[in-house]
């Protein structure tokens, strides 16, 4: 995969092969049932974000299903908050968590349900 446009810029994203490569087969391995986390480290402004973004756009087109969330600058969010966005995102398509997974989940599952903050 040379390069992916990443969604709104119109331009093209360059290099990346080798962080595009390792994503895509770890979206791969989601894909299959084997979860797992990439952490994205680096400089302000080196491109985490539009990383990030030309991965969910890949993944969107594997048919995964796309969630985001993101902490607040100025601080004060609720605990927890990237999680409670994304799983707010997912939660109209996902069946009622069984006890097990109600109770892994704790306060986030309904905090997902609530209105977002103002
Ligand atoms: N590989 C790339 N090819 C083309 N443009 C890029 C690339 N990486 C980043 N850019 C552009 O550089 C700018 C900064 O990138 P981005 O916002 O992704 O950085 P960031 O690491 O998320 O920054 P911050 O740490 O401030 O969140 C954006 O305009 C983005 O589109
Ligand atoms: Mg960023």
Same mark, same amino acid.
């Given at each position: 995969m040379a390069a992916l446009a990443a969604p709104g810029s119109g331009m093209p994203l360059v290099g990346r092969e080798a962080e595009l490569r390792l994503l895509g087969e770890a979206l791969g391995d989601a894909l299959e049932g084997r979860g797992g986390l990439r952490l994205l480290a680096g400089e302000? +402004?080196? +491109?985490k974000t539009r990383l990030a973004e030309a991965v969910a756009e890949e993944a969107r087109h594997r048919g995964a299903a796309v969630a985001r969330g993101a902490a607040w600058d100025g601080g004060g969010a609720p605990a927890l908050w990237p999680w409670t966005e994304a799983l707010r995102a997912l939660r109209p398509e996902l069946p009622e968590p069984d006890e097990r997974l109600r109770l892994a989940l704790g306060p986030l599952w309904q905090g997902a349900a609530e209105p977002a903050p103002a």
């Open positions: 302000p +402004g080196i +491109g």
